[in-house]
């Protein structure tokens, strides 16, 4: 086995070198292992949730608010008492909706 240190050759049993006494077969310096790499979390783009907004919006209070404003419509031709009274319970049911959700969210 060959001296690391001074590069005599000793015999293979020996655990120090002849000439020079350097260890022999050092034990192996261990390896730092490098910590895990950890990538940032990815954020999740916001234009699925407008989309889905938009769409609800729409599916959720356009559209039912243009058909309620046609029916009425309708319905003002042929009995405009009835006409007056649906617009009125619309708007006070609007109001009373806009008020359940106003507080919902404070």
């Known amino acids: 086995m060959l001296c690391p ?17 350097a260890l022999l077969n050092p034990a192996p310096k261990p390896v730092k292992e490098k910590p895990p790499v950890i990538s940032p979390e990815k954020k999740e783009s916001t234009k699925p949730l407008i989309i889905k907004l938009v769409i609800a919006g729409l599916l959720l209070f356009i559209i039912p608010l243009l058909t309620m ?7 003002m031709q042929i009995n405009p008492v009835l006409g007056l009274l649906l617009v009125a319970l619309v708007v006070l049911g609007l109001g009373l909706l806009m008020g359940a959700v106003g507080i919902s969210i404070s």
């Open 5 to 21: 240190k001074c590069g005599y050759s000793n015999p293979d049993p020996n655990k120090f070198c002849g000439r020079c006494g």
């Open 69 to 75: 404003v046609w029916g009425m419509e309708y319905l």
